[in-house]
């Protein structure tokens, strides 16, 4: 049984007898769809969370960094990129991160498969994924994200772009901190408990007006409307929503509820894909972090791939998901 | 006590430092609290995630904003 029916049969009850609504009006589908799928979403997202940061309170930076260092290429790149997914890392800590890689002797197409994997396989886009379009499809995010952060790493690595990044970086010298003390089981839950409130208490704005877009879309766009401009006969429809993806940046909670509304309408699958991963992918604001420490040649190679990557994802679920 | 917070100044950092204010002003530390945000110098401690917390040179936290009593528990275990 789908665990979420209970709050079908709510959102129905609210609609059609609190509120009176006809259940064939298309007021009535868009307020219904959007009173099923909020409380889904903040659910989903409360219930996940909670448990990513207990599994990431097992690995840590520093942890990835020793485990990486004097790796090889092509095996480097494939640790690195599962690495990426697990490692606790927010953008604001590229720079001591990129450098501490560096220094320890992690190749620096390893730590570019890093660097890709562990913005683009995004545990909110991941869960948000999960609940509105179902395993498959995750799945599939999952293994494109893996494939190109693999492939973008072992290209800068065969590049032997060393001397694009910026040379101070070589010559900084990492101390070294000690163990710190293991955090407590009770220090994990309290902080897990924290973190979703952190995290749910900054999106759900997102999720809100994702979930009430799509709810008129929903309600009031007929089927199939998008097939004509973003379906899989269109060329341009890759190129142009990664994009719009790209300025969306961080905001996969309020996007991908909304995407799953333009499906409905008859976006394609691969398409969708490579907007999503533009989003959590390809962003400004950790390329302007990443300027600190990489020449900007280096910068545009690292966005160049990582976007050439998205739109061959993008193609190919297009031909092959028909 | 000289307590540093490590970081380049972002929004986790910031509350890293209100923390260690309000728990050093409760606790009644006679304690000076640092920013330290020039990258260099964060990694001589071996720190690669940031906020960072290091009290008396000795990093205690890094990664992530704890919580309050977390805070709280890391300075008294410090002050000792």
Same mark, same amino acid.
């Given at each position: 049984?789908?665990?979420?029916?209970?709050?079908?049969?709510?959102?129905?009850?609210?609609?059609?007898?609190?509120?009176?609504?006809?259940?064939?009006?298309?007021?009535?589908?868009?307020?219904?769809?959007?009173?099923?799928?909020?409380?889904?979403?903040?659910?989903?997202?409360?219930?996940?969370?909670?448990?990513?940061?207990?599994?990431?309170?097992?690995?840590?930076?520093?942890?990835?960094?020793?485990?990486?260092?004097?790796?090889?290429?092509?095996?480097?790149?494939?640790?690195?990129?599962?690495?990426?997914?697990?490692?606790?890392?927010?953008?604001?800590?590229?720079?001591?991160?990129?450098?501490?890689?560096?220094?320890?002797?992690?190749?620096?197409?390893?730590?570019?498969?890093?660097?890709?994997?562990?913005?683009?396989?995004?545990?909110?886009?991941?869960?948000?994924?999960?609940?509105?379009?179902?395993?498959?499809?995750?799945?599939?995010?999952?293994?494109?994200?893996?494939?190109?952060?693999?492939?973008?790493?072992?290209?800068?690595?065969?590049?032997?772009?060393?001397?694009?990044?910026?040379?101070?970086?070589?010559?900084?010298?990492?101390?070294?901190?000690?163990?710190?003390?293991?955090?407590?089981?009770?220090?994990?839950?309290?902080?897990?408990?924290?973190?979703?409130?952190?995290?749910?208490?900054?999106?759900?704005?997102?999720?809100?007006?994702?979930?009430?877009?799509?709810?008129?879309?929903?309600?009031?766009?007929?089927?199939?409307?998008?097939?004509?401009?973003?379906?899989?006969?269109?060329?341009?429809?890759?190129?142009?929503?990664?994009?719009?993806?790209?300025?969306?940046?961080?905001?996969?909670?309020?996007?991908?509820?909304?995407?799953?509304?333009?499906?409905?309408?008859?976006?394609?699958?691969?398409?969708?894909?490579?907007?999503?991963?533009?989003?959590?992918?390809?962003?400004?604001?950790?390329?302007?972090?990443?300027?600190?420490?990489?020449?900007?040649?280096?910068?545009?190679?690292?966005?160049?791939?990582?976007?050439?990557?998205?739109?061959?994802?993008?193609?190919?679920?297009?031909?092959?998901?028909? | 006590?000289?307590?540093?917070?490590?970081?380049?100044?972002?929004?986790?950092?910031?509350?890293?430092?209100?923390?260690?204010?309000?728990?050093?002003?409760?606790?009644?530390?006679?304690?000076?609290?640092?920013? &330290?945000? =020039?990258?260099?110098?964060?990694? !001589?401690?071996? +720190?690669? %995630?940031?906020?960072?917390? &290091?009290? =008396?040179?000795?990093?205690?936290? !890094?990664?992530? +904003?704890? %919580?309050?009593?977390?805070? &709280?528990?890391?300075?008294?275990?410090?002050?000792?």
């Amino acid at each position: 049984m789908d665990p979420f029916y209970p709050l079908q049969l709510l959102a129905d009850w609210l609609t059609y007898s609190v509120f009176g609504l006809d259940k064939a009006s298309r007021l009535g589908l868009s307020v219904d769809f959007f009173l099923f799928d909020v409380p889904k979403v903040l659910i989903l997202l409360a219930v996940v969370i909670f448990f990513v940061a207990i599994i990431r309170s097992f690995f840590s930076p520093e942890k990835t960094r020793k485990f990486l260092s004097h790796s090889k290429l092509y095996g480097g790149n494939i640790a690195a990129a599962l690495l990426g997914i697990v490692t606790p890392f927010c953008s604001c800590s590229a720079v001591p991160l990129f450098i501490g890689f560096v220094e320890s002797g992690v190749p620096l197409g390893v730590t570019f498969s890093f660097l890709v994997a562990s913005p683009m396989i995004n545990e909110i886009a991941i869960i948000l994924l999960f609940g509105l379009f179902g395993w498959k499809i995750t799945a599939l995010y999952i293994v494109s994200g893996l494939v190109i952060a693999i492939t973008s790493g072992i290209i800068i690595g065969k590049l032997g772009l060393e001397s694009w990044v910026e040379e101070y970086v070589y010559q900084i010298r990492m101390g070294d901190g000690g163990e710190l003390a293991e955090q407590t089981w009770p220090e994990k839950l309290t902080y897990a408990r924290d973190y979703v409130g952190e995290i749910v208490g900054k999106v759900w704005p997102y999720v809100v007006v994702g979930i009430g877009i799509g709810a008129v879309m929903h309600g009031y766009i007929p089927n199939d409307f998008l097939v004509k401009y973003a379906g899989p006969g269109n060329p341009f429809a890759v190129p142009i929503a990664v994009l719009v993806g790209v300025p969306l940046y961080s905001n996969a909670a309020g996007v991908i509820p909304l995407v799953s509304v333009l499906v409905e309408k008859g976006m394609a699958m691969g398409t969708v894909l490579a907007f999503m991963m533009a989003v959590v992918g390809l962003s400004l604001p950790e390329a302007i972090i990443l300027r600190k420490v990489l020449k900007p040649r280096l910068i545009a190679v690292y966005f160049g791939i990582n976007a050439v990557g998205i739109m061959a994802i993008g193609y190919l679920f297009n031909a092959v998901l028909r | 006590m000289i307590i540093k917070v490590l970081g380049s100044g972002c929004a986790n950092c910031q509350k890293l430092e209100a923390l260690a204010n309000k728990a050093v002003a409760e606790l009644g530390l006679d304690a000076q609290i640092l920013k &330290v945000t =020039d990258y260099p110098e964060i990694m !001589a401690y071996g +720190v690669m %995630s940031t906020p960072a917390l &290091v009290i =008396d040179e000795k990093l205690v936290l !890094a990664g992530r +904003v704890p %919580s309050y009593d977390e805070v &709280v528990t890391l300075l008294k275990r410090s002050a000792q």
